[in-house]
């Protein structure tokens, strides 16, 4: 395996755990993920109760670490499941930015800036490898 499809694979694990971490964290805790943007942004956010968006944001982690964990075993043979991996880091961060220009809580902003940090390094290591 190349160096540059170690590190992506390296990187896919290690993301793709923690989304699914993620996922199971928003269906058995709903609120836990406004806590953390109150703690990060230093203001409050309402807590969302469990149900239907609670059920889509479980849905779309846990589809998000499917996509890392299944590219990670082998990023050259399945880099085609990448590239809807950062669809989807690109949509959540737009949303949380879009957030933040309506309520302007600072906590929407971190969050932005997370989900752009995890799209730019994805998709850094996924092009260093062509």
């Known amino acids: 395996m190349a160096r540059s499809d170690r590190g992506l694979r390296g990187w896919l694990l290690a993301t793709g755990a923690v ?11 709903p609120w836990s993920p406004t806590r953390s943007l109150n703690r ?16 889509l944001a479980g849905a779309y982690m846990a589809t ?3 996509l890392a964990l299944e590219s990670a075993r082998n990023p050259e043979a399945r880099g085609d499941l990448i590239p809807p991996l950062l669809v989807a880091k690109a949509v ?3 949303a949380f930015l879009y957030r933040f ?6 906590g929407y902003a971190v969050a932005a800036g997370m989900d752009a940090f995890l799209f730019a390094v994805t998709a850094g290591l996924y092009r260093g490898r062509e």
């Open 40 to 55: 990060y942004g230093g203001e409050r956010i309402e807590d969302e109760p469990g149900g239907f968006y609670n059920s």
């Open 101 to 106: 220009a309506q309520t302007r809580r600072r």
């Open 92 to 94: 959540s961060s737009s």
């Open 19 to 29: 989304y699914a971490l993620g996922a199971a964290d928003f269906l058995a805790r």
């Open 64 to 66: 998000i670490a499917a």
